[in-house]
């Protein structure tokens, strides 16, 4: 059983669920209109109300989840969380709130869950499709072929700010609402070729803003599906309400009719860039891509394995290189014994990209690694991820000054000695025995290898003296043993 917490811009989600033949089946959901996007300020900052009503629905999350055996669990935060400048401040409360780290994705990877969780609830492998999904504070539309993304972008205008900036005060005129759908426009009018009807079938709509809006559109008898011809209908029934708290419509809750003005706002201006004719709403998006990504990855088809091979060879880096310092770095970690398996893959992963920099420059090709791993778009891992292994590759080579700050964390101290003595191995083209190599790491580094080894291969000694300089220099002793 999985569970996907979903920190939306609007509402908080949650689903549970299990694995059950071809499908996932939710067995619980709940919603909390929390309006976090509603609460940045002109700052960017969250308002102490909107964190305060954060937490508050993150500790009832948790009290949820505790009653079922959970096999796998995230928690995602999406646009105003990416957004909000205090974020670092509020952040652990949030966490300790549920219990459990808080991932904030980027929009594109929101979007290739969104997608995944439409894609295994629809099957039809061969079907080219559009899903659009517009969010409280962003809108992502994602172009694929089956289960295959072939393309994801994420747009910053979301149902939230299009109704606070446009229909101002709750007011809903014909003024307004040309002026939001203007606006919306704008934001896709230079992306939007690539997602024009010859490149899909079928256009779906994830999010819950459309599937709202088709709600509201099949019971007030306004027009067969969302179409150009329903939604204009729909429009003119909100401009004669005249304002949001009049709005009453079946299909429609009353705590909804603030966000969805600004949605169709949004909905039209893609209709009319994109040439959409139709779109189907679908039970189906983040919180099921989220759930699918978990079970794919208790049966060991990660995707962010396949992120790390591509990356390996869009930069053009040596692979059989990187998979022997890999696989070196990964045992070195084990012998050390860490408290947990968590930086294991990181470890493994941030190995396999050590040298992926040397695509921008040879000279400090380890801080061109890092930025590039920390800031490129690596569909399956979220910003946390991205920046643990950012800081690994960092510390693969030179002064170990630069993540001082991390080294007191007893497991990433392993896993940067494991990384740099991997390399240097490699570079002094050593293959050593792991059963004949031991690597201890308590208060001191203790290394002890076979004095053969030394002696087949001389510069070992001064890469040795090197490393323990550098050790020496954040207040870390290494001692180097060799045996017969």
Known sequence: MYAAVDLGSNSFRLSIGAHDGDAIRVHKSAREPIRLAAGLDAAGKLSEEAIQRAILCLRNFRSTLSAYPLEGLRVVGTSAMRQARNLGAFLPQCEQAIGHPIEI??????????????AQSLGQPSE????????????????????????????SVGSVKQSLSFFVGGRVDAPSFEAAILSARSHFEDGAPPYYPQFWKRAYGSSGTIRSIGEIIE?????????????????????????????????????RAGTVIGGLAILIGIFHELGISQI??????????????????????????QSVLDSLRKFHADEARATRVADAALAMFGQMKPAGDTLAKPLYW???????GMAVSQTGYHKHGAYMIENADMPGFTTREQKLMSRLVLAQKGNLRKVEDQLPDPDFA??????????????????????????????????ELRREWVAEHPTVSYWFEKEQEQWDEVGIDFTVKTVA
């Open 105 to 118: 994705i980027s929009g594109e990877e929101e979007g290739r869950l969104i997608y995944m969780g439409v």
């Open 414 to 447: 392993k896993a940067v000695v494991a990384l740099r003595l991997a390399i240097l191995f490699m570079h002094s083209r050593i293959e050593p025995d792991f059963e004949l190599l031991k690597l201890r790491m308590k208060n001191r580094i203790e290394l």
């Open 350 to 356: 941030s190995a396999m990209l050590h040298e992926i």
């Open 128 to 155: 080219r499709r559009l899903v659009v999904d517009i969010g409280g504070g962003s809108t992502e539309l994602i172009l694929g072929r089956g289960a295959d993304i072939e393309r994801v972008e994420s747009f």
């Open 219 to 255: 019971k007030n008898n306004l027009g067969k599906g969302v179409t150009p011809t329903s939604l204009e209908a729909l429009k003119k029934r909100f401009i004669a309400f005249g304002h949001v708290s009049k709005i009453d419509m079946p299909g429609l809750r009353p705590d």
């Open 280 to 305: 189907e709403p679908i039970e189906a998006g983040l919180r099921m891509g989220v759930l699918w990504d978990l079970h794919l990855r208790s049966t060991r088809r990660d995707r962010r394995e």
